[in-house]
């Protein structure tokens, strides 16, 4: 039986104040924030998966086709996760729309709402130079229930920029909509760090994520570090999280990805522990290390640099639970 998620989602402890603009959420969307957080809040801390994708099952893949060339060759179907969740205990998770689907976001729709109070929804901005993305956008958001939207850089029209007129747009409707940014900078958060420092500075009120670590990896040289301390710059912009996920993507060693340590340790120093948040990347982690390994290595590595267990309550669960906890509380008294 799904727990619901004003359980999943309730913390005790210090909220990471944000200055926002004004939000709107459409009557089916205030239904479900309404029925999410219809329970009492627990003190007990649960673990939350800030990073994961589902997409459908071969036999299902009729209903919800995937994106051309993108066919998986994982099985990522929501019945395997949820038995990987279980077998993990871990209680509830943000989806993000998977290339597989690309902009198609059915499946992942089907998924939050047959679960809504165990999944939050992440999409796929659309960043078309028709300017059509902003219009799916918000209808996903105000229709559909999704409470964050992932800039992927390498959809962007060629030789555009997450700043130009389309990504501006979509970002500041984003941050009026009380709905976290996330950024995936696979190539190299070098290549992306001035678009994302233009935003944050010229619309303080949007919250945003850094996927992976903003695949920063231990660095070996001058030129590793330095983009390693950007990473670390970040901090200065009150809005700014980071995703402690995908391990296996960023570490340079095998399970249980002890390289990792010092990062960890520096980002903590830097950001503080309530805005870091785990995230397994399922179901690529899989072969790597398997689900419950993926959460099994955060405790490994917070063990190597003696993280207080406070701290690592807010990362394995509360950081994401204030996070959007508070969003989808605001964005309900909004309406009324």
Same mark, same amino acid.
Request: hydrophobic share 40%; proline share 7%.
């Given at each position: 039986?799904?727990?619901?998620?004003?359980? !999943?989602?309730?913390?005790?402890?210090?909220?990471?104040?944000?200055?926002?603009?004004?939000?709107?959420?459409?009557?089916?969307?205030?239904?479900?924030?309404?029925?999410?957080?219809?329970?009492?809040?627990?003190?007990?801390?649960?673990?939350?998966?800030?990073?994961?994708? !589902?997409?459908?099952?071969?036999?299902?893949?009729?209903?919800?086709?995937?994106?051309?060339?993108?066919?998986? &060759?994982?099985?990522?179907?929501?019945?395997?996760?949820?038995?990987?969740?279980?077998?993990?205990?871990?209680?509830?998770?943000?989806? !993000?729309?998977?290339?597989?689907?690309?902009?198609?976001?059915?499946?992942?729709?089907?998924?939050?709402?047959?679960?809504?109070?165990?999944?939050?929804?992440?999409?796929?901005?659309?960043?078309?130079?028709?300017?059509?993305?902003?219009?799916?956008?918000?209808?996903?958001?105000?229709?559909?229930?999704?409470?964050?939207?992932?800039? &992927?850089?390498?959809?962007?029209?060629?030789?555009?920029?997450?700043?130009?007129?389309?990504?501006?747009?979509?970002?500041?409707?984003?941050?009026?909509? &009380?709905?976290?940014?996330?950024?995936?900078?696979?190539?190299?958060?070098?290549?992306?760090?001035?678009?994302?420092?233009?935003?944050?500075?010229?619309?303080?009120?949007? !919250?945003?994520?850094?996927?992976?670590?903003?695949?920063?990896?231990?660095?070996?040289?001058?030129?590793?570090?330095?983009?390693?301390?950007?990473?670390?710059?970040?901090?200065?912009?009150?809005?700014?999280?980071?995703?402690?996920?995908?391990?296996?993507?960023?570490?340079?060693?095998?399970?249980?990805?002890?390289?990792?340590?010092?990062?960890?340790?520096?980002?903590?120093?830097?950001?503080?522990? &309530?805005?870091?948040?785990?995230?397994?990347?399922?179901?690529?982690?899989?072969?790597?290390?398997?689900?419950?390994?993926?959460?099994?290595?955060?405790?490994?590595?917070?063990?190597?640099?003696?993280?207080?267990?406070?701290?690592?309550?807010?990362?394995?669960?509360?950081?994401?639970?204030?996070?959007?906890?508070?969003?989808?509380?605001?964005?309900?008294?909004?309406?009324?």
């Amino acid at each position: 039986m799904a727990l619901r998620l004003s359980t !999943v989602l309730s913390v005790v402890g210090p909220s990471h104040s944000i200055s926002r603009k004004p939000s709107f959420t459409s009557r089916a969307a205030s239904s479900t924030i309404r029925m999410a957080f219809s329970e009492t809040p627990s003190s007990t801390s649960k673990v939350i998966d800030s990073h994961l994708h !589902v997409w459908a099952s071969s036999e299902e893949a009729g209903k919800f086709p995937y994106s051309p060339g993108q066919e998986p &060759n994982l099985p990522g179907h929501v019945d395997f996760l949820l038995q990987c969740m279980e077998e993990a205990g871990v209680d509830g998770a943000l989806i !993000v729309q998977p290339i597989i689907h690309k902009f198609d976001h059915s499946y992942v729709t089907s998924v939050l709402k047959k679960y809504p109070t165990k999944f939050i929804g992440c999409c796929l901005a659309n960043p078309a130079d028709d300017g059509s993305g902003l219009k799916q956008f918000e209808h996903l958001v105000l229709e559909d229930g999704y409470r964050a939207v992932r800039f &992927n850089p390498y959809l962007w029209p060629s030789g555009e920029k997450m700043t130009n007129e389309v990504g501006k747009a979509i970002f500041q409707r984003a941050g009026e909509l &009380n709905v976290p940014v996330g950024f995936m900078c696979m190539k190299g958060l070098n290549l992306h760090i001035s678009e994302i420092e233009q935003l944050c500075t010229e619309f303080p009120s949007t !919250v945003v994520l850094l996927d992976h670590f903003a695949f920063c990896k231990p660095p070996k040289n001058d030129e590793e570090a330095l983009v390693l301390s950007q990473l670390l710059n970040l901090s200065r912009f009150p809005q700014v999280y980071v995703k402690f996920s995908a391990l296996f993507r960023v570490s340079r060693v095998q399970f249980p990805y002890p390289d990792l340590s010092p990062l960890l340790s520096q980002v903590v120093s830097s950001f503080g522990a &309530n805005r870091v948040m785990w995230g397994s990347d399922f179901p690529f982690l899989v072969p790597e290390c398997g689900y419950k390994g993926s959460k099994e290595a955060v405790h490994l590595i917070a063990n190597q640099i003696s993280l207080p267990s406070s701290d690592l309550e807010w990362i394995m669960g509360r950081t994401a639970t204030q996070l959007f906890q508070s969003q989808l509380t605001t964005a309900k008294q909004s309406f009324h």
